[in-house]
């Protein structure tokens, strides 16, 4: 059996379909040799052939690859973004990816929006759990169009899926040092139990029992207003946050803020010893797609993280740095103060990884 790294890759949308290109150009430059297969799940495909997913595509993907990176979704000419929901959520939900892991951190200075923050002040994790809460789709519009219409939106919170994602914290903490190398030591916990007692009380009473089993780390609570406040009064406080998937997917853009914006920030959607999925955080962003101009860093570092998971250590590190080297001298698109484009950007970062 070939010992290669089957890898999945899904542009998608918008700008996934010229930041994954940058991703792939810097993975080929490694020299690591993977076995990769593309794929068009997308707008153009739905639109073509009314597709969003082809039968079994997810069974076919954790049968056999070993990750699947993938770009955006979302497309103005799918005003319904059946196949973004279809396919991304989708993947999320029917792969059972449970924990999506967001990286933040700040490699440069010049990133930051807030005053006298340093890379060493913005080096945390938000897990946010990915396959329950608002997003699982389930409720319904009564008396649509009328002025007595009602809207129900349910937030699913299973003990079972609350218990395993805020394992998953617990167990990353252990296993996960910050990036100068000291070892992460606190989880803290973001809800809003104060207001929605039925599904926050499950998530402090599950949390504090899992604290128990892990007395070396810290364990800790901050309302999700709260915590709103606090990452941008002062992020050095965090270590890795664990909450739910609305709540995650607000602060995990708040926090790509901290990072110097969406074209920064990376994530993997993970289920322990599954196949597991990297994308970064933006989305395929219309207003700016087709004019080589979005960031590739997101999709990039999303790149090294897969390598990371995958157990390739030294790879990853080596694409980190690259990204690192190409802000300081200023290699990079326009968002972030360069002046090169995307397809440019992409091949700086390759030329690097291959000297
Ligand atoms: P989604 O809901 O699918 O996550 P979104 O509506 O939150 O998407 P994005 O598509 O991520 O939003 O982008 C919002 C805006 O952020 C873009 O219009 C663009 O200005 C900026 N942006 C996002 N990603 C990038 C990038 N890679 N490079 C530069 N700018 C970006």
């Not at 070396?216 to 406080?237: F, G, N, S």
């Not at 002046?339 to 970062?349: F, Y």
Request: glycine fraction near 10%.
């Amino acid at each position: 059996m070939s010992l290669k790294k089957r890898i999945a890759i899904i542009p998608g949308d918008g700008i996934g379909q010229e930041v994954i290109p940058q991703a792939m150009k810097v993975l080929a430059a490694t020299g690591i040799d993977l076995e990769t297969t593309q794929f068009d799940w997308s707008a153009d495909r739905y639109l073509a052939d009314g597709v969003t997913v082809p039968p079994d595509g997810f069974t076919m993907l954790d049968r056999d690859f070993d990750a699947i990176l993938i770009g955006a979704f979302g497309d103005p000419r799918v005003v319904t973004n059946i196949h973004a929901k279809e396919i991304l959520l989708g993947m999320r939900f029917q792969m059972d990816l449970y924990a999506n892991v967001r990286p933040v951190r700040l490699l440069d200075e010049s990133l930051c929006p807030l005053k006298g923050i340093q890379p060493k002040d913005v080096d945390f994790v938000v897990i946010r759990e990915n396959t329950e809460g608002v997003y699982g789709d389930v409720g319904g519009v009564f008396k649509k169009g009328t002025a007595d219409e009602v809207a129900i939106q349910e937030d699913i919170n299973t003990r079972k899926g609350v218990e395993r994602v805020i394992r998953y914290a617990f167990e990353y903490c252990e296993r996960h040092t910050k990036s100068d190398g000291t070892p992460r030591k606190r989880v803290l916990m973001s809800d809003k139990s104060n207001a929605m007692t039925h599904a926050g009380g499950l998530w402090q009473r599950v949390f504090k029992e899992i604290a128990g089993e892990y007395p070396q780390i810290k364990a800790e609570h901050m309302y999700v207003d709260a915590l709103c406040m606090q990452l941008v009064r002062d992020p050095r406080q965090f270590d890795v946050i664990v909450t739910n998937n609305m709540f995650g997917d607000i602060i995990t853009d708040l926090a790509a803020g901290l990072q110097g914006g969406l074209g920064m920030a990376a994530s993997g959607n993970i289920h322990p010893g599954k196949t597991s999925m990297f994308e970064p955080v933006h989305g395929s962003a219309p207003p700016i797609a087709g004019k080589n101009i979005a960031n590739p860093f997101g999709a990039i570092l999303t790149a090294a993280m897969m390598l990371g998971h995958l157990g390739m250590l030294e790879k990853a590190a080596k694409i980190e740095a690259a990204v690192l080297e190409a802000i300081r001298q200023k290699r990079t698109t326009q968002d972030l103060g360069g002046a090169l484009g995307t397809k440019e950007t992409g091949d700086w970062v390759a030329n690097w990884v291959a000297k």
